[in-house]
């Protein structure tokens, strides 16, 4: 299937976010959509998938000018949009989930149980994932909720899909699934519109790159003809210098130690340490256990037994509230559903995390919030409409930066952040990793969970891995490189 | 935070109540010169005072993502506690003092059955509804209590109880102005409500916890508290309601209130409130008490029977509540 988008106009209220944006995706091909956080790259799709109307510009499918209305219009006629957030109904099943609205039925509308389930588990099969069909959606990871997503896709016969970041949480091996299904998508004729910001993932699938910033259209190359600096220079249009910013910190004192972690079943007998000024990172296969880990640190996971020594005196960590009180900052993995109150403004998000500050007695400063706020906005580049601006309608990266904005101005001394880079573009990344060096120099422990190992190389002192809940190695990121560090992931020893 | 350029359709998605109450209350002026005298705005002020107490507290406990069905049994219950505390001598300040700390007392209940008990709101406030109706039946033996005020011995007890309900702020040259206290009253919890509502720490914590208790409650914030804190709100202000109601009416009956939980849940709906939570404001509520005041009183200035004022009261709940979502 060929698809032309042209001059794409769309304003959101009196927000323009696209202004002549398009591309055009031939038969058969993997095509990467790159751009920064904001520029538009998932609403130019839902544009072409009837999510949004358009407001200018023409979309030509096979030769013909389509308009389609509505989502399940486009899936008529081929076109699947694997969404960046995740969309499924959380309460019921995989297998609900996977046929939700086209169920197979023995007539009457009543539902063939046994068929759905073949067929569900043959997609799974096909994916190489090995999820229960009858597990409760709620209760499965983020990873897992994602490859659900996938195969939803490919339940239908899909003449396009589009991937909106589908490997953000997606383990090595996970990714390494999908790369197949992909190549052998392709071999069957089947277009690929692939988002992400990943730049190794994009130079390793695809066959051309379209680039938009600010909502507009740049230009497209074949991948072969093109470096990933060229990519950068066309996305951000200005240099963004080394890749992880090198940082030269003294390491001090020992601020954080944990002793003998375990909680049955999760995670066993975990014991570190972290120094002020230290960058630790966490690496590990999804599923190990590391959000657990740090869950349980930081009083939101209960724990059979374990100790928590901060500047050297065990402290109660029972509840967020202590660990806040003893000086710990989270960011969460999931900022959807954890990291952000979503329907409200960033500036009610960053206050919320630092009341103490904004107020005095109890009652709120608007000088205090406002300064901030204003702050947080202008430090992380937030890309946003203004303070009040509800954090729903921000890019994904853009919402990561909020989440990070509202911790850092808790004054932390030990700050965990749980893959701080998902979905993040890459020129946002590299402020999230200037933020963490500042921090590492203020004196802050940092402990940085992260699936993406180039990450956790490039910016850790010591690098902790975990391998199904225990602590396989602690090794000093000088020594260690991407086969060491997946050795000890995989259960292996050095 | 507010938005500094608004479209005239976010301004009428905003004040949509106010319209309609204006509408109403326009509407209804024309066809009725009785309707429109001060002393009939003045009664209706103190008619919207129950009701306008009450959503004050609903709209607490829903902007946290609750509900509470039982303020109707809380109001008649804590007002039979004070008529009882009366009838057994216990000063009338005394006994107002205990009748409000009971009806917080039984808010908490209904917080502590939400959060430690990990009961749905609705199912949690169903059962103490329920129980706390069940317990005003039991106290009174199921018969009214009547001729409260008479039966307060000292002379300024009594005319604290009566004021409550009946008395009325004069003021001006001639004393040309007379403002019912209940009025008084509820202006005075509108201040309140918004400004902890909207300038204090604890009304950003309500209303993050009513929009993601998960993510609020890892920033730090006592979700469990306030919840709680909620419940409690709302059993005060209905026992601050059920003392101005006895006050007015000089007794008190365990069937006191009945169905006065629909009214306050649909004056919060008509404001604008969500139902999940998180987004609404007091103002709103107060242009939802007032619609539903307007059209009582005026309906029934007008000689619409009863049962068609039911009719027409969901009607103008239902197009005032679409109107809103179009936002
Ligand atoms: N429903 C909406 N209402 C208002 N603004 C919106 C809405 N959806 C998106 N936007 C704005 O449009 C711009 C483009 O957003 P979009 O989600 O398309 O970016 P993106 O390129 O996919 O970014 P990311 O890489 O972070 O996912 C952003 O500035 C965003 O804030
Ligand atoms: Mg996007």
Redesign the pocket.
């Known amino acids: 299937m060929k698809i032309e988008m042209k001059g794409i106009n769309?304003s959101?209220?009196t927000?323009q976010?696209?202004k002549n944006a398009g591309f055009v995706l031939e038969d058969g091909e993997v095509h990467a959509l790159m751009?920064?956080?904001?520029?538009?790259?998932?609403?130019?799709?839902?544009i072409l998938t009837g999510v949004?109307t358009r407001d200018d510009g023409t979309v030509i499918v096979d030769g013909e000018e389509v308009v389609y209305k509505s989502p399940q219009e486009a899936e008529k006629a081929g076109i699947v949009f694997i969404y960046?957030e995740i969309n499924s109904l959380f309460d019921m099943t995989v297998e609900e989930n996977l046929f939700m609205g086209k169920e197979i039925t023995k007539g009457f509308g009543i539902v063939d149980k046994k068929a759905m389930r073949a067929k569900a588990q043959e997609v799974m099969d096909k994916m190489g994932v090995s999820i229960p069909v009858d597990a409760v959606m709620g209760e499965l990871s983020v990873g897992q909720q994602q490859m659900v997503e996938i195969c939803k896709a490919l339940m239908v016969d899909a003449k396009v899909i589009i991937m909106?970041?589908p490997t953000a949480a997606l383990t090595q091996s996970e990714t390494e699934g999908l790369f197949e299904v992909i190549e052998s998508l392709r071999k069957k004729g089947v277009s690929i519109v692939y988002?992400s910001?990943r730049m190794e993932e994009i130079f390793e699938l695809c066959d051309r790159i379209t680039i938009?910033r600010d909502?507009t259209y740049i230009d497209t190359k074949y991948i072969k003809d093109i470096t990933m600096d060229d990519v950068v220079q066309m996305m951000i249009g200005r240099e963004i210098g080394e890749r992880f910013p090198k940082r030269d910190v003294k390491i001090g004192d020992e601020v954080l130690r944990v002793e003998g972690l375990t909680k049955n079943k999760v995670f066993h007998d975990v014991c570190f340490s972290v120094r002020a000024g230290e960058v630790l990172g966490v690496s590990g296969l999804m599923g190990a256990g590391r959000t657990e880990i740090m869950q349980s640190i930081f009083g939101n996971l209960s724990r059979e037994s374990g100790k928590i020594f901060i500047d050297g005196e065990e402290v109660t960590i029972k509840n967020p509230r202590q660990a806040i009180a003893a000086g710990i900052g989270f960011v969460t993995e999931d900022r959807k559903t954890e990291g952000l109150l979503l329907e409200k403004s960033i500036a009610e998000n960053i206050e919320i995390a630092n009341l103490k500050k904004v107020s005095s007695k109890g009652v709120l400063n608007k000088k205090k919030q406002d300064e901030i706020v204003k702050q947080g906005i202008e430090e992380f580049r937030v890309?946003?409409?203004g303070p009040w601006?509800?954090c729903?309608?921000?890019?994904?990266?853009?919402?990561?930066k909020v989440v990070l904005a509202k911790w850092i101005y808790t004054d932390p001394k030990i700050l965990i952040l749980d893959e701080p880079t998902r979905?993040?573009?890459i020129g946002a990344k590299k402020e999230i990793y200037d933020v963490i060096n500042q921090l590492a120099a203020k004196g802050v422990a940092v402990i940085m969970v992260s699936s993406e190992l180039p990450e956790v190389l490039g910016m850790s002192d010591r690098i902790m891995v975990v391998h199904e809940g225990t602590v396989t190695g602690i090794i000093d990121a000088a020594d260690a490189d991407q086969a060491k560090v997946m050795t000890l992931a995989t259960g292996g020893s050095l | 935070m507010e938005k500094n350029k608004k479209s005239i359709g976010a301004f009428i998605g905003e004040y949509g109540a106010f319209l309609a109450l204006v509408l109403l209350v326009i509407v209804i002026s024309c066809v009725s010169p009785e309707f429109r005298t001060a002393s009939n705005f003045l009664n209706l002020l103190r008619q919207a005072s129950f009701n306008g107490l009450i959503a004050f507290g609903m709209t607490c406990v829903i902007l946290s993502d609750g509900i509470d069905l039982s303020v109707g049994s809380t109001f008649a219950l804590s007002a039979i506690i004070c008529a009882e505390l009366i009838m057994d001598g216990v000063p009338a300040g005394l006994a107002i003092l205990i009748s409000l700390l009971a009806g917080t007392a039984l808010g908490v209940v209904s917080g502590v059955l939400v959060t430690k008990g990990r009961l749905q709101p609705f199912i949690a406030t169903l059962i103490t509804m329920t129980a706390y109706r069940g317990l005003a039946l039991i106290i009174t033996n199921g018969k009214p209590i009547s001729r409260l005020a008479s039966s307060i011995e000292s002379e300024s007890g009594s005319f604290l109880f009566k004021v409550l309900g009946k008395g009325n702020l004069v003021f001006g040259p001639n004393e040309m102005f007379s403002i019912p206290i209940p009025a008084i009253i509820l202006v005075v919890a509108l201040l309140i409500f918004y400004f902890v509502l909207h300038h204090t720490t604890f009304g950003r914590r309500i209303y993050a916890t009513g929009s993601n208790a998960k993510c609020a409650n890892l920033v730090g914030v006592n979700t469990t508290g306030v919840k709680i804190s909620v419940y409690a709100i709302s059993g005060f202000m209905s026992a601050l309601a059920g003392l101005i109601m006895i006050s007015r009416v000089d007794s008190a009956q365990p069937t006191l209130g009945e169905g006065y939980e629909l009214d306050a849940i649909a004056a919060v709906a008509l404001g604008g409130t969500s139902m999940s939570g998180g987004r609404g404001k007091i103002v709103g509520t107060l242009a939802g008490v007032l619609i539903i005041a307007v059209l009582n009183n005026g309906l029934n200035i007008l000689g619409v029977s009863t049962y068609y004022q039911e009719v027409i009261k969901a009607i103008v709940i239902l197009v005032a509540v679409l109107s809103d979502r179009k936002r």
Do not use: R, W
Request: charged share 20%.
């Open positions: 769309k959101f209220g927000n976010v696209l751009g920064e956080n904001g520029a538009g790259k998932s609403t130019l799709m839902k949004y960046q909106d970041e988002i910001h938009l909502g890309k946003c409409f601006h509800e729903n309608n921000l890019s994904g990266g853009n919402q990561q979905g993040v573009d």
